[in-house]
């Protein structure tokens, strides 16, 4: 194959590929595009996750429902019927035995009400009330989970969109260098192995935007599947500005991100309640040593066929109303209260330890992030500074190339500094800003871009 032959392949592959790459903005006009809000909103709306929690919830109320009923008296009643086939004596003397079918009806009803138990059921009901609080915490703590995880992932997309985009940008610039170089090596400038290694560059330059591409697209997709959405549904990504200096302005003390953690986040309240649930379980086990008072009632009628009177007399005459009371005093239970004690004790020391290790994950968190921030602003002031200086010296570079200046491959060498220092560059912006968001988001602020 010709060189000319050779360059006008690689031209029109260019045109295909900086035509697939405009088509996606074209597509994100005629159908909006999903910025960072719509994404948050949508996870903490639709996730699986979040709407199991919120389903424990539900049972979490329904418990409390059924300890609070716990004070109330039950009522049963009861109705039996009952038939009985026995041999009796015919009338008339030496008159043989004979089988006789008699029915009878019992009806009553019975109630129970318990006086004291120790305050087993007052503590139940505490318990179960800071159940449904640790459960919508449990909520609380899953969306942020969530909204961590999408702010990463949406991160993570427009790094790799501003990577397609200056990935572009080279393969333009490569694609002028290889036309200059074909006006150069008519003129006798430079070497044919020259003008073959920029257009060995060129095809690499446009390897790298492919890969760049299929970055952008696997990104986006797992944003998609992070979001749950349907994978028969479209799904574009807004691409907005972000105003670096904005997102680092007012950083806060660092001791001032320590006590806003600790007060805003569920994470804390989180493990105090399992402390309290735990601390109220050691009250409710020491009640199986105390005696308990209960009070029961009754009333019943009876029907037999034995009797000459009627069903209606029968049922007036045969009533029988009862009231009592019943203590219940435990004297040996096998060890069965002990036992159930000093479990009781082990969950409640057990979940002191996991207070106290949330309270430090949290602080380290916390300090991780916070120090990630600050050196993420200056990593990335240093990346500017470096690709400030490696693009006036390609600039330079290339304009002394295009005069035969230097050859092929120190131009090459300086190429390869400033993309070096281009792609640090973008690297430690996202890397700053998600640390920034993650800061904010450990104190208590909406992430939004």
């Known amino acids: 194959m010709s060189k000319r032959n050779i360059i006008s392949k690689i031209g029109f592959q260019v045109i295909l590929i900086l035509g697939v790459t405009q088509l996606l903005p074209a597509q994100e006009k005629s159908q909006q595009a999903w910025d960072l809000n719509q994404c948050l909103n949508y996870a903490l709306e639709h996730n699986i996750q979040v709407n199991k929690k919120k389903l424990t919830v539900l049972s979490s109320e329904a418990d409390l429902l059924k300890t609070k009923s716990d004070r109330l008296p039950n009522l049963s009643g009861t109705i039996s019927e009952s038939f009985t086939n026995s041999k009796v004596l015919s009338a008339g003397n030496g008159s043989p035995l004979k089988w006789d079918l008699n029915n009878g009806t019992t009806a009553s009803l019975s109630s129970n009400l318990t006086v004291y138990n120790g305050g087993v059921i007052s503590n139940s009901i505490k318990q179960s009330q800071l159940n449904i609080e640790m459960a919508n915490l449990d909520i609380e703590l899953t969306k942020n989970s969530i909204t961590l995880s999408i702010t990463q992932a949406y991160l993570n997309a427009l790094y790799a969109k501003e990577s397609v985009d200056y990935a572009k940008e080279i393969l333009i610039t490569s694609q002028k260098q290889v036309e200059r170089a074909q006006q150069l090596l008519k003129a006798g400038s430079i070497a044919k192995t020259d003008q073959a290694q920029l257009e060995a560059q060129y095809a690499s330059d446009q390897y790298s935007l492919v890969i760049a591409q299929n970055t952008l697209i696997s990104n986006i997709t797992s944003l998609k599947q992070l979001l749950e959405i349907p994978v028969t549904d479209t799904f574009y990504v807004a691409f ?27 994470d804390m309240k989180f493990s105090e309640l399992n402390k309290s649930v735990a601390e109220i379980g050691v009250k409710i086990a020491k009640a199986g040593y105390l005696p308990s008072l209960s009070m029961n009632a009754n009333y019943s009628t009876s029907f037999s066929s034995l009797n000459s009177k009627g069903f209606n007399p029968q049922l007036t005459d045969n009533q029988t109303q009862k009231i009592g009371l019943a203590l219940n005093i435990p004297i040996f239970s096998k060890n069965i209260t002990k036992t159930t004690i000093q479990r009781s004790r082990i969950n409640l020391e057990q979940a002191d330890l996991t207070m106290q290790e949330t309270k430090k994950n949290l602080l380290q968190n916390v300090e991780s992030v916070y120090q990630n921030t600050i050196a993420g602003k200056s990593r990335y002031d240093a990346a500017v500074v470096q690709f400030s200086s490696a693009n006036e010296s390609y600039k330079l570079s290339e304009a002394q190339f295009n005069l035969g200046m230097i050859n092929t491959v120190d131009l090459l060498k300086v190429k390869n500094t400033i993309l070096n220092a281009k792609k640090e560059l973008i690297q430690a ?7 920034r968001k993650i800061l904010d988001f450990y104190m208590g602020k909406p992430i939004s871009l």
């Open 240 to 266: 907005p500005e972000i105003d670096f200096d904005k997102e680092y302005s007012l950083l806060p003390s660092i001791n001032e991100a320590f006590n806003t953690s600790l007060s805003v986040l569920p």
């Open 429 to 435: 912006k996202y890397s700053a800003i998600l640390n």
